[in-house]
């Protein structure tokens, strides 16, 4: 980790979004779930609207993860998030999840964030970062948001589900929102996910 860079990603990045874009798809592709595809003109625009975070290890891509903003800014979502198969399994997607984290609550400071993802190991991530499971009711009804799940191969079943849920876990990360100590319920729910305390 000590060489790779995590840092705000801005114009001189966008030379990357070609690649991003073809490591979300190959990602999810492996995973055999759902993700709707990014266009390469998309996250050249997140990056240079200062709403990315990249990781680079000197000339190479590492990984990725960007924001959005739906509600009218009430909500912000983490995205995107990438990691190139090379810097796998070596806490990488902890520290770029945690930057476009900070990112999300420093530009947004009063919204609630949120993920919806498959990963288990995004899952206690966000768990670790605050961020509490809930129904996708909970999530914003910007129509726009849902729009954007069209690309992804389990729309079908989020759509016969009226947008209620979906394979996706949603996770919600309130500013207001004070987290009780560890419980039994907590935990049951964490063991539930499979994520260990």
């Known amino acids: 980790m000590s060489k790779i860079v995590i840092c705000e990603a801005n114009e001189s990045h966008v ?6 874009c073809e490591l979300m798809y190959i990602s999810a592709q492996e995973r055999g779930t759902g993700i ?4 390469p003109e998309y996250i050249k625009k997140k990056m240079r609207d200062g709403k990315a975070v990249i990781a680079l290890d000197g ?22 998030l990438i990691v190139a198969h090379a810097y ?7 520290h770029i ?24 190991a995004v899952m206690k991530i966000n768990y670790e970062l605050g961020f509490r499971p ?12 849902w729009e954007g799940c069209k690309g ?3 729309y079908d079943i989020l759509e016969r589900n009226n947008h209620k849920m979906c394979l996706c876990t949603a996770l919600l990360y309130d500013p207001a929102y004070k987290r009780p100590a560890v419980n039994n ?7 539930k996910l499979g994520i260990k305390n």
């Not at 319920?185 to 063991?191: D, G, L, N």
């Open 15 to 20: 030379k990357w979004a070609e690649k991003i």
């Open 36 to 39: 709707a595809k990014r266009d």
């Open 59 to 80: 000339g190479e891509l590492a990984g990725f993860s960007y924001i959005e903003t739906w509600g009218h800014k009430q909500f912000v979502a983490n995205s995107g």
């Open 88 to 94: 796998r399994k070596i806490g990488l997607a902890r």
């Open 97 to 120: 999840k945690r930057k476009v984290f900070e990112l999300s609550k420093k530009l947004y400071p009063k919204a609630k964030i949120f993920s919806i993802t498959t990963g288990t």
């Open 134 to 145: 809930v129904p996708f009711a909970e999530l914003t009804e910007d129509p726009e948001f």
């Open 152 to 154: 992804c191969r389990n």
């Open 185 to 191: 319920q907590w935990s049951a729910v964490m063991k």
